[in-house]
């Protein structure tokens, strides 16, 4: 049996034609929605989302592709596809408005979301992740190899899927021990459920990063041509990894976001599990601008 978030409500939510989310929600109060990273589910919120639930409604999907979402198949998971899926989640929990705030794939989904979207977020954090167009763009050489796993899940359908398939356990598990600082923070029992989710979503999960090397980064790119910005205020948290590959982060975000608070953590990628604390004082912080 999967772990959960203590207190929280779990429903599957119709989304798109074909498409239902499952979907943790609890608290009650003004909303905001948080969106998972790779490779996990919405259980690496258990901590902030217990936290914000004292005075917000919280609603934690899993996104489409992940977890136990619905994972349609082939060509389904543009970022603009995905941030659909939340607009439409939180309208239909009764929320035209919300804030938003995801961890690196739910990020690149959250920055989609607030660029179509800029009626429905009021305020928008990214954790550890830069705009997919400006990641493509800072990634070169040999510190590029931190990236390999992108570069791999963007090639045609077919060879990703069967290597990763393969020895999922081996790859997934890879992620998980290498951008944790504090290996307690994911503790055996959430270790499993995120392994068991990702086997059993290879070729969804290769799908959402093969999208980001293709029309995400057209989407970007025109966005980027027509001067469209994030006009909600916005945090970022990330660690200090654009001084390790030769870029200013917090100048890359300058350029999306003019209401921008950029903030560097010391800990480990996996940052709401690593220093649920720190994320919670920085997301009260956003929600209050």
């Not at 055996?188 to 980001?212: F, N, T």
Request: glycine share 8%.
């Amino acid at each position: 049996m999967n772990p959960t978030i203590t207190g929280f409500d779990h429903r599957r939510v119709t989304v798109a034609d074909g498409v239902a989310l499952q979907v943790a929600v609890g608290g009650s109060g003004s909303p905001i929605v948080l969106l998972h990273g790779f490779p996990q589910t919405h259980l690496m919120w258990r901590h902030v989302a217990a936290d914000l639930a004292a005075d917000h409604t919280v609603i934690c999907p899993d996104l489409r592709g992940y977890g136990a979402s619905d994972k349609p198949a082939g060509d389904a998971y543009a970022k603009r596809t995905m941030a659909a899926d939340v607009v439409a989640l939180a309208r239909a929990l009764g929320h035209d408005r919300f804030a938003l705030a995801g961890h690196d794939r739910g990020a690149l989904v959250a920055i989609r979301a607030g660029l179509d979207h800029p009626a429905a977020v009021t305020h928008l954090a990214s954790l550890d992740v830069l705009p997919t167009l400006d990641m493509w763009e800072v990634m070169h050489g040999v510190t590029a190899a931190v990236g390999f796993h992108l570069y791999l899940m963007a090639q045609p359908p077919g060879l990703p899927e069967k290597l990763i398939g393969a020895a999922p356990d081996a790859f997934f598990g890879h992620f998980l021990d290498v951008w944790t600082r504090q290996p307690d923070a994911i503790p055996p029992e959430v270790r499993a459920a995120y392994l068991r989710a990702c086997r059993e979503a290879v070729p969804s999960i290769v799908a959402d990063y093969r999208a980001s090397a293709g029309v995400d980064v057209e989407h970007d790119r025109a966005d980027r041509e027509a001067g469209r910005r994030l006009r909600m205020p916005v945090t970022v948290l990330q660690q200090d990894w654009g001084a390790a590959l030769g870029f200013d982060a917090a100048a890359i975000w300058r350029a999306w976001a003019p209401d921008l608070e950029h903030r560097t953590v010391s800990c480990g990628h996996f940052m709401a599990e690593e220093a649920p604390a720190e994320v919670v004082k920085a997301l009260r912080e956003l929600l209050s601008r």
